[in-house]
């Protein structure tokens, strides 16, 4: 069995999210997606998400997209990554920053190799762009 990890905040499931897990999905026969806890998101982005946590894992669940979702309290779901052992890593067309590269290092560093590929999913879609749309129309 091929399987496929990406990790996430999917604060509000968009179709660029749709397209993202699909893609992934499609990579393997079963695919892990970690939500990052609120106050990881609060740190990176310095803004918290517009669902906690648990809504947002509820969100992916009701989804046909993935196959397990899982709630990380280590920095980028290193415990779900390490237990699951992924063949596959998905970053998101908007990822690939200096956490992902420290997060490669981390799991070369516990003998986890996968492939790691780059989402092409469109950027035309983005929970930041929703929310502030949110608040206009809520004004």
Known sequence: MR????????????PGHEEHLREARSLGD?????VIPDY???KNKREFPYYDAETRAANLRNTQWTDEVSIDCLFFGYWSIIYFRPDVFVFGSDQRTE???KTIEYLEQQGINPEYYNSISPKRYHSRVLRAKMKKTSA
């Open 40 to 42: 990881i998101v609060y």
């Open 3 to 14: 399987k496929v990890v990406t990790v996430g905040t999917f604060d509000i499931l968009h």
């Open 99 to 101: 956490n992902d590269k």
């Open 30 to 34: 079963h695919l892990l997606t970690v």
